[in-house]
């Protein structure tokens, strides 16, 4: 049967790449890729590097297909996101049949911890569901953007016996800052919604964690939230696309 490896590969940088996930590279027959156009084309590098550094000399093959599109700002966000993870099932199950073969092992690269805000368990769960093409599946964990951004802050995500909430900048902007949680990791923030928090809550900013554009920002929002909206604006610019993330604590 087919076998599927999801494997976390860090937030960027080729050495935060576990000992188990380089072992499953090195068994991995045909690497899938989500093609996300030109502006992300060193995504793209970054992962191929990581290949050619870790399959040794096992010969493998990279299938690519484009990525799905999808309403970025849509009016029922939900209903999309369903309907993108839908055709994102499509596409893996029909590179699945097209591209694997029934004893070949594939490898899906996924950025950071497959297991945190990545949709690709969820995806395959679903090509499994239909039940049309046969395989197995594992997830290898990676380094999580947000361990990777508190190890270079040299800070916790926690403090002693305080609960941490991951939450979304879209839910920060809707819900507030939570009533009872005091640290309150945000990710997939386009709208900056740090700028709309207490002015006086701490901020722990990093963009492209990592690797070697790493950008990290911290201090009190009111002092430094508009810098931060500089930087992103100025690094989204520069490179077409941004990764980031923070820590707020109040």
Partial sequence: MRMVYVVG???GNPEHITVEAVRRISE????????????TRDLAQARREIIRRYAGHREYRVVER???SRDRR??????????????RADLYEELLVA???HDQCAGILAWGDPTLYDNTTSVLEEVNRRGNVPFRFEVVPGVSSVAALTAAFRTTVNRVGQPVQ??????LLADGFPEKVDDVVVMLDSSSAFTQVDPAAEIFWGAYVGTPDEILIKGRVGDVAQQIVDAREEARDQKGW????????R
Avoid: C, N
């Fill in 66 to 68: 484009q990525e799905v």
């Fill in 28 to 39: 991995v027959d045909v690497f899938l890729f989500i093609d996300k156009g030109e502006q």
């Fill in 242 to 249: 941004i990764m980031d993330l923070y820590l707020l604590r």
């Fill in 99 to 101: 591209e694997v073969a």
């Fill in 166 to 171: 991951v939450t979304t900048g879209r839910r």
């Fill in 9 to 11: 590969i860090g937030a």
């Fill in 74 to 87: 849509p009016s029922d966000y939900e209903a999309t996101i369903r309907a993108w993870h839908a055709q």
